[in-house]
Structures are given as C-alpha cells and as structure tokens.
C-alpha cells in the first residue's frame, strides 16, 4: 500500500503531538490495513481476522505531501489461526520509517460479532 500524507494524517490533526508530520496512529492504522488484506488468502468462508498486538517502531518523521509505502511479509502458514506479519515502512527516497509486527488471529466473522454484540453464540 501506497499513501501520500495529508493535513489529516498528521500528529496536530489526530491529537497525538503537536507537530505536522505524519502521525504514530494513523501509521499504524496503514500498517493494520496492509495486513488485513495480507490474512486474506488463510481465511476461508465466514472467516475473517482481527488484530491482537501492534509491535512497531517509528524512527522518521515524514511532512504533509510525503509519500509512504508499507510492505508486510506474511507467515509461511497459520500456526493455530494466529498470524504475525513482519512489516516495514518505507518513504519515497527509500529510507525506513518504521518496521515491527502486527499479530492477527483468523476467526468466525458470525461468531465474533454475537460475541461482542453480547448474544448468545450457540444458536
């Protein structure tokens, strides 16, 4: 995924500092995005993942109009419906903006939502 940043990805507009540069938060927003289709191809019918742990770090700032791409390697398989996507940042001159992981876990989209809805899950 490519993204160029705006004055809404920015730490001032998101509240998370008080500078214009692109945000901690909206990045790690991309990098989810990136893994959410990353998980595609291990889920079946009815099955979807979600995220559990965000392990990265930021190292550079990037200002409105700069352009980002974000690369995630997915695992070889789903050990156990869990999946942990190594993820790297990069910025248009090449130059790392931010790596780690991201953990997801392949669920029952019906089953999930009663879940978190409250209702009873064995209907």
């Known amino acids: 995924m490519r993204h160029e940043v705006t004055d809404a990805d920015t730490a001032v ?11 901690t938060p909206r990045l790690i927003a991309w ?7 990353a ?4 889920t079946r019918t009815g099955q979807t993942s979600v995220g559990t742990a965000v392990r990265i770090e930021h190292f550079r700032a990037t200002p409105v109009g700069g352009r980002v791409e ?5 695992p070889a398989a789903a050990a156990g419906g869990r999946l942990t996507f190594l993820l790297r940042v990069l910025d248009s001159s090449g130059e790392l903006v ?3 992981e991201i953990d ?3 669920v ?3 089953r999930f939502l009663a ?3 409250g209702r009873d899950t064995h209907r």
């Open 13 to 23: 507009t998101v509240g998370s500092g008080d500078v214009p540069v692109l945000s």
């Open 31 to 37: 990098m989810e995005a990136e893994t959410v289709q």
């Open 39 to 42: 998980a595609a191809p291990f």
């Open 70 to 74: 974000v690369i995630a390697e997915p």
């Open 98 to 100: 931010a790596a780690g």
């Open 104 to 106: 997801r876990v392949i």
């Open 108 to 110: 029952d989209r019906r």
């Open 115 to 117: 879940r978190a809805l």
